[in-house]
């Protein structure tokens, strides 16, 4: 049984970046496959950025694409997002979570296919 922690969320204005990170602890976090996802008031839970188990594919909402970086640190056990030219639009909580039955090569980008999430982070963007 996986435990995710995200931490790094915070007020930033429009225009700033944030590194979120996402801790994993308690199982092999080189079999899991990794993804970034974020939920706004009254909306739905939506991928932002996904990554295979080896680190090889990456996936982007388009939204994320050009803005936002995925990255896994296996010494760490640790996933990274890293958030730049951020909008008022990306306020949101941003949740981390791990798919089980990664290959590699592979990634995940609906909520369906996770079965751990950390407790989310809320990042804000002023304008």
């Known amino acids: 049984q996986a435990q995710l922690l995200e931490s790094g969320g915070g007020l930033v204005q429009a225009g700033g970046s944030l590194r979120l990170s996402c801790a994993v602890s308690?199982?092999?976090?080189?079999?899991?496959?990794m993804g970034w996802f974020r939920q706004a008031p009254g909306q739905e839970r939506e991928i932002v950025a996904a990554?295979?188990?080896?680190?090889?594919?990456?996936y982007y909402a388009a939204d994320s694409q050009g803005r936002f970086t995925i990255s896994r640190d296996g010494a760490k056990n640790t996933v990274y997002l890293q958030m730049n030219s951020l909008k008022p639009e990306d306020t949101a909580v941003y949740y981390c979570?791990?798919?089980?039955?990664?290959?590699?090569?592979?990634?995940?980008?609906?909520?369906?296919?996770?079965?751990?999430w950390g407790q989310g982070t809320q990042v804000t963007v002023s304008s």
């Open positions: 979570a791990a798919s089980r039955t990664g290959y590699d090569g592979t990634y995940y980008s609906d909520v369906e296919e996770y079965h751990y």
């Open positions: 308690g199982g092999t976090f080189s079999v899991y496959a």
């Open positions: 990554i295979s188990r080896d680190g090889g594919t990456t």
